[in-house]
C-alpha cells in the first residue's frame, strides 16, 4: 500500500480584469496534476491569461503569460 502525499500548491491566475493575480491554493500530490489543472484554468474563460505554479513560496513553473518569469534587473530603468 502505498500513500500519496499530498502538497498545497499556490496558483497565481493572471486575469485581464483585475489588476493583480489572483490567488488560488490547489492540494495535488504531482507536479502534472497541478499542471494540468492550470491548464485548464487558462482555458476555461478568455479573460485568463496565465497561471504562475508556486510550492512552499517557490516558483515550480508558469503557463501563458507567466512562461517567462523576468529578474528585476532585466526590466527597462524608468525615464
Not at 486575469?15 to 494540468?36: G, M, S, W
Amino acid at each position: 500500500m502505498s500513500v500519496a502525499y499530498v502538497q498545497t500548491f499556490e496558483l497565481y491566475l493572471d486575469d485581464d480584469r483585475y489588476a493583480v493575480p489572483t490567488l488560488h491554493l490547489v492540494p495535488a500530490d504531482n507536479t502534472h496534476a497541478v499542471l494540468q489543472f492550470a491548464r485548464r484554468m487558462i482555458d476555461e474563460s478568455v479573460h485568463h491569461r496565465g497561471v504562475e505554479i508556486c510550492v512552499s513560496g517557490e516558483r515550480i513553473d508558469g503557463l501563458g503569460t507567466f512562461a517567462v518569469r523576468r529578474a528585476l534587473t532585466d526590466r527597462p530603468d524608468p525615464a
